[in-house]
């Protein structure tokens, strides 16, 4: 039985009450690539490896799961159909590689299951693969992605357009849930959460937006409306915010608990700010690991109970909040097989 298909609405808070009240999700996933020597500078970004170099993609999975990730983000993220076919593909081949993405990831976690004794898998918190869907702006590769600014054509019913095959196909690709990433706007969050309804996906979502300012999300829209367009949508089952500097991290949960009572995860970047113009991070804008893992059992008190990293940070980052996480002051995470009998141990998530 997949992750959610029981308990839909619940199956987040349970995930997370039996994994100790927190998961762990993985760090930049194309920070690491690069790392290992793939160039994206390419309009697919991370997803371009999905074509010339599978193997990376499998191995940074490895790197974060090894690091003490609960959760891994599948390379999906600038994947589109689209995409694929201005590059040549056909129909076919272009979903073909969004199933890649799901099925490396996967591997990946089987991998890790054997290397540890398959001990978690048996446990009631297997580790997650997220479908990564990033946003029509992030495909534009224009900037848009961090502007959220798409001009008046770009109506609700285009953006379900975009999105609706590319969803359909990622849902029946054996990944767990959606990871709607980075989402700039309140109209591209209708669009998923129309998207989600009509066509009835079978496996539930989270909803991540971005923001510059530590009040909006990054196109001006209130990220207290954009959360409760979260809210009101049955199969979305966490709600936060990614690839947004860390100090504007704690205030944002605190703005998003006003409009809901689901789970809150946070995955900052680094702090670096992005030039879309030259597509690179700007550095020394933003703060050390050392800096940025102070914060977390803040973040976590203050109540985000799914916690990662995104652009700029690296498996270090994420070893470092797997560590600070177990070790917080109210740290549950059992270091023995979890049966339902014992769950009610565990009520730290809200
Ligand atoms: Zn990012």
């Not at 073909?96 to 898998?121: C, F, P």
């Not at 409760?228 to 966490?238: G, I, N, R, T, Y």
């Not at 702090?271 to 050390?288: L, N």
Request: with cysteine; aromatic share 8%.
């Amino acid at each position: 039985m997949g992750f959610g298909s029981d308990k839909p609405a619940s199956a987040m808070s349970d995930f997370l009450r039996n994994n100790g009240g927190y998961a762990v999700i993985d760090g930049g996933f194309a920070t690491e690539l690069e790392r290992h020597g793939a160039d994206l500078n390419d309009p697919l970004w991370s997803a371009k490896c999905l074509i010339d170099s599978p193997h990376l993609v499998r191995r940074v999975h490895l790197d974060y799961l090894e690091a003490g990730a609960d959760i891994i983000i599948t390379a999906s993220y600038q994947a589109t159909i689209q995409g694929f076919e201005a590059k040549g593909f056909s129909k076919e081949e272009s979903e073909a590689l969004l199933q890649k993405s799901v099925e490396i990831a996967r591997e990946a976690r089987d991998v890790y299951y054997e290397d540890n004794g398959n001990e978690r898998s048996l446990r009631n918190f297997p580790i997650l693969v997220a479908a990564s869907v990033g946003s029509y702006g992030a495909y534009l590769a224009d900037g848009s992605e961090y502007s959220g600014d798409y001009g008046e054509k770009i109506t609700l019913e285009y953006l379900k357009k975009f999105h609706r095959r590319r969803v359909q196909v990622l849902a029946e690709s054996g990944a767990d849930l959606i990871a709607f990433e980075t989402i700039p706007n309140k109209l591209e969050a209708q669009a998923y959460a129309e998207l989600l309804e009509e066509d009835d996906i079978k496996i539930p979502a989270w909803f991540s937006f971005s923001s510059k300012d530590g009040v909006n999300v990054v196109s001006g829209d209130s990220i207290l409306e954009c959360a409760s367009v979260a809210d009101s949508c049955e199969k979305v089952l966490a709600v936060g915010i990614n690839c947004t500097p860390p100090r504007f991290i704690h205030g944002l949960i605190l703005s998003i608990q006003k409009v809901t009572n689901k789970p809150i995860l946070i995955y900052p970047n680094s702090g670096e700010t992005y030039d879309g113009q030259t597509k690179t991070w700007i550095k020394s804008t933003g703060v050390s690991d050392v800096d940025f893992i102070s914060y977390v059992n803040k973040w976590h008190e203050a109540g985000a109970s799914l916690i990662g990293g995104c652009c700029r940070t690296t498996p270090n980052t994420i070893r470092a909040i797997s560590n600070n996480l177990s070790k917080g002051p109210d740290a549950l995470r059992p270091s023995e097989p979890v049966t339902s009998s014992h769950s009610v141990k565990y009520q730290l998530v809200k």
